[in-house]
């Protein structure tokens, strides 16, 4: 995997995690939409498409046996299994986005994250965090699309990952999304400042 290195500066890579509820896929499609600079990595998964998400544009869904496949033969450059499913980044994301000249971003879990980092470590990583557990909470149970034990599981996750991510020190920025529009603020701020030092 070392060559992927060669083919995309770590410094053109933006990732952004966060736990499940925590509302980064709002935040990235907000900052994709201020910064056209940005191209946006389309991830591989097993999971099934949700309302409104499509092939392509959301996810690359696939069945376990093609993914499988794509990461047998060297086709990923992170993976991760999350909640039964797996999910991981296909290389021909980081050529198309050389080709185009353009920064990735990669919405991925803290496990992807982490691997991005040992593999690209001078990528721009940040962690979109809650305004407290509390309102994760509130979040999750939100949604109405999961069970009492589903919400309960998922935000055990959640902590944990939160956790598992600030102890890493992979990630060296913090947004809280509390408020939408500052959040997008704060990425895009933080984007454009790593976007000066390459």
Known sequence: ??????????????VISGPSGV????????????????????????RAPRQ???????????TRAEFEKLRGRGGLIEHAEVFGELYGTPVAQLEA???AGQMLLLEIDVQGGMQICRKFPAALEILIVPPSLEALRERLAGRGTETAAAVARRFAEAETELTVARRSGVYTS?????KLERAVEDVVRLIENHRRKR
């Open 52 to 62: 409104g998400e499509q092939d392509g544009v959301d996810y690359h869904f696939v």
């Open 23 to 46: 509302g980064k896929s709002t935040v990235v499609h907000a900052v994709l939409e201020r910064e056209p600079g940005l191209r946006f990595s389309v991830s591989a998964t097993t």
């Open 97 to 99: 986005a050389r080709q």
């Open 1 to 14: 995997m070392s060559g992927h290195k060669d083919q995309v500066g770590g410094a053109d890579l933006v």
């Open 174 to 178: 913090e947004v809280v999304n509390d």
